[in-house]
């Protein structure tokens, strides 16, 4: 999902002495992993002459596919990962049930634009948002008050059957560098308007501005999929069903509406959605997999990525990589021979997507071991090859991340440790109950475009990125589980 917030770089190999954060017990000169360690070679031999990252990822993605979490899709998924947990010889591999609440399934839709001009156009659902009971026609409006006041001025009483668009058009630039029109400079004002930071009024406004819209029995709402050559970015959770059909259309389409909309033209569409929702709430699984530690077995190391996605392609960038990546570096260590001290434990969550839920209940499941919990590292920017680690706001463990990284730093990178903060993944789950967790860095190969996108498919994964990164993190889950100590517990929330 997101990337980090702010970054400081810093260029491995040297393993440089630093003063101490206020956390840690122990000095962290005492926390750094062996530098001679015979097994780390050998694990890379297996992520790099073996690898069966490319197979196993067109299996989920071309065969089994979307996998939003409640479907049929979702669970032949943590089916097939648990499968794949016992066949690459997993000591337990497990599939834990939560409860995720109804399900959604999208439909068949059809969206044209009747005014100004006749014309199909390409949208899709938002997720758990409901369908239209048969063609819903409407004017669109751009509804881009900022305060219940201005609202109540320029929109109320004006909307019933309208399709709204809930502010400006994002501005993204299509061509490499094209020179600025009068309209791009007015998207720029409107954006620059609509990002201005808000009155604790107008926060008041747009937290409730869409009660007031399903309230005036609007038709719809309107998205801007918000990227380049008309690419939508799906969202969605059962913990906000829409009352109302919401679509995603393309941000050159959006545009286009909104300076129609400027000149005083008339915009009318016509959405035609056949969604459904289940009526109960429905179970969803984590799939777990585990290699039981030799020493201390009640001690361990977790590898993490989701494996749910949207269901607008088949999910490769998001998070197919990650979760396949996983899977490997649990076949890695396995066929590698070793036998770790503490267990390694491979953890494959669902309902990320939908707002962290599978971790969530991962967490609240296994709240009695989370103190032995060594950390947890998760995968989930991409198909690009692991770049670094960002220390989340724990800087005393910097030189661990360096001495962790240093070993493969020839072999599989370059490679960086950095100060910075990752949010908007699995590790935010964790963090709060004082688990070290951390989301590597990646090379983006276009994830800000493929990711929740209808062109999230395998052709846009990099199959030997993959393979680098499960290596890495094969390595690193390793060189945790063989630290003499367990890592200091971060602050608890
Ligand atoms: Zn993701």
Do not use: C
């Amino acid at each position: 999902m997101l990337k980090s917030v702010a970054a400081v770089l810093f260029l491995i190999p040297v393993a440089v002495a630093r003063p101490q954060a206020a956390v840690a017990t122990r000095p962290a000169s005492s926390l750094t992993a062996a530098a001679d360690d015979s097994v780390v070679p050998k694990l890379v031999r297996e992520g790099s002459d073996v690898s069966r990252v490319d197979a196993d990822l067109q299996y989920l993605l071309d065969v089994i596919g979307p996998r939003l979490t409640g479907s049929a899709e979702m669970r032949r998924a943590n089916e097939w990962t648990q499968q794949k947990f016992r066949e690459y010889g997993m000591d337990s591999a497990a599939l834990e049930t939560w409860s995720f609440g109804i399900g959604w399934t999208r439909g068949p839709m059809t969206l044209r634009m009747l005014e100004p001009q006749r014309r199909e156009l390409l949208g899709v659902s938002w997720a758990w948002s409901p369908g239209t009971n048969g063609p819903l026609a409407g004017s669109v409006v751009l509804m881009d008050a900022r305060s219940l006041d201005e609202y109540q001025r320029r929109f109320a009483g004006h909307l019933a059957g309208a399709w709204v668009m809930l502010g400006p058009a994002q501005y993204v630039v299509n061509a490499a560098d094209p020179p600025r029109t009068r309209a791009d400079s007015d998207r720029v004002d409107s954006l620059v308007r609509a990002n201005a930071p808000r009155t604790p009024d107008e926060r008041r406004f747009s937290d409730i501005r869409y009660s007031l819209l399903v309230r005036e029995h609007i038709a719809g709402i309107i998205h801007d999929g918000g990227k380049q050559y008309g690419l939508f970015t799906m969202a969605g959770s059962p913990a906000g069903v829409s009352p109302v059909p919401q679509i995603v259309i393309g941000n050159d389409v959006y545009a286009q509406f909104q300076r129609l909309l400027r000149r005083g033209e008339t915009v009318r569409i016509e959405a035609d959605i056949k969604n459904s929702f289940t009526r109960d709430t429905l179970k969803a699984y984590n799939t777990v997999g585990e290699i039981r530690g030799s020493e201390r077995p009640n001690e361990v190391v977790i590898l993490g990525a989701h494996l749910d996605s949207w269901d607008l392609a088949t999910g490769g960038t998001d998070n197919g990589a990650g979760a396949i990546a996983v899977l490997e570096a649990a076949r890695i260590l396995k066929a590698s021979g070793v036998r770790p001290k503490r267990t390694i434990r491979f953890v494959l969550f669902s309902g990320e997507e939908q707002g962290l839920f599978g971790s969530q209940e991962y967490v609240f499941a296994h709240e009695r071991e989370l103190d032995k919990i060594q950390a947890l590292l998760v995968l989930d920017n991409g198909t690009g090859r692991i770049t670094g680690m960002a220390t989340q706001g724990h800087d005393e463990l910097r030189d661990l991340w360096g001495s962790m990284l240093a070993p493969i730093a020839s072999s599989l990178g370059p490679l960086a440790v950095r100060s910075g903060i990752k949010t908007g993944t699995d590790h935010l789950a964790f963090i709060p109950y004082g688990v070290p967790g951390f989301n590597y860095d990646q090379l983006s190969r276009g994830y800000d475009f493929t990711h929740h996108s209808q062109v999230d498919d395998y052709d846009h994964t990099v199959p030997r990125d993959v393979a680098q990164a499960a290596t890495v993190m094969a390595v690193n889950a390793w060189q945790l589980a063989q630290l003499p100590e367990l890592l200091p517990r971060w602050p608890k929330k």
